[in-house]
């Protein structure tokens, strides 16, 4: 791909209705997808039945009806919405290949999807089933929902996570990769990140405030990677490969966002490699306490 991009900007995402499309008819991306939709009184969202496996789930508001249509069979679920990505999990489905789906409702949704080729049972996860835990601590501390890891779903290729950062802390350092497979040691990994941004839970309104957070990456071999960039709500991030973190919540301003992962691997698994020149970042952090400001939850 000549001339890739890896940054995409709130809006340059945007077709046939939908808030964001990442699939694999953006040029040199195969393995991960994304869509963001906003709905309005009367109007619906349709997927036609194909060979992609999704996790589904409200961003904001009241909550959205999924309607769909696997084996023959027509189903109905409820997702129950929540304030904002910043007050604890929402309801999330989990939808195998060769689903028609329709999704109605109100507020801002937002799909992590990954071309499949195996079957696996639809399954609705409660808000107040999500995993939700802490990770890392001190200034590294941040708020994850866990509920696309293997661990948790039964799924053909996808993985994914929710991720709060509180107002001027970091996630993802010491950088990382997962770009080369090295079974049990090193997974083979696209990554998408979709971020949100807002004024610190807890601090006043701002009238003329701008949420803002960054991002960095750079490549970990001859494979052109490199990627230093501010990000705020509604824009992308794509990660074919390379060193990647941290992402920085700037002082004021929370940082949410979205991770989907999935690859060519022969398993559906998590491993990745720290920066040599990093990996001693960890034990600056390790003896600290988790931020007091989590977790966030809907209050």
């Not at 409660?126 to 929902?145: I, K, T």
């Not at 107002?167 to 049990?184: C, E």
């Amino acid at each position: 791909m000549s001339n890739p991009r890896y940054y995409f900007k709130k809006g340059e995402l945007a077709q046939a209705g939908w808030d964001v499309i990442v699939d694999d008819q953006l040029p040199g991306w195969k393995h991960t997808g994304t869509r963001v939709g906003t709905l309005s009184p009367g109007k619906i969202f349709e997927i036609p039945s194909d060979k992609v496996e999704r996790l589904i789930w409200p961003l904001e508001g009241t909550g959205i009806t999924v309607d769909y249509k696997v084996a023959g069979a027509d189903k109905s679920q409820f997702l129950a919405g929540r304030k904002s990505v910043f007050h604890g999990p929402s309801d999330v489905l989990y939808l195998s290949i060769d689903t028609q789906i329709k999704i109605s409702g109100s507020g801002r949704f937002i799909i992590a999807q990954a071309p499949a080729k195996n079957s696996f049972s639809d399954k609705f996860i409660p808000a107040a089933s999500v995993p939700l835990f802490s990770r890392g601590s001190g200034p590294s501390s941040r708020q994850v929902h866990n509920f696309g890891d293997p661990a948790e779903l039964a799924a053909d290729r996808l993985i994914v996570v929710e991720i709060i950062v509180p107002a001027g802390n970091w996630s993802g350092s010491p950088a990382h990769k997962h770009d080369t497979y090295i079974p049990g040691v090193e997974s083979n990994l696209e990554e998408i990140y979709y971020f949100e941004a807002a004024v610190g839970k807890g601090l006043p309104p701002q009238n003329k405030a701008d949420p803002v957070g960054f991002f960095h990456g750079r490549s970990s071999d001859d494979r052109e990677f490199e990627l230093t960039t501010e990000v705020k709500s509604g824009e992308v991030i794509l990660v074919p490969h390379g060193w990647h973190g941290p992402v920085m919540a700037q002082a004021g301003y929370d940082l949410y966002f979205m991770n989907v992962m999935a690859g060519p691997d022969p398993d559906r698994s998590w491993n990745i490699t720290d920066d040599p020149s990093q990996g001693w970042i960890r034990d600056t952090w390790s003896d600290k306490d988790i931020d007091p400001r989590l977790p966030y939850l809907n209050n």
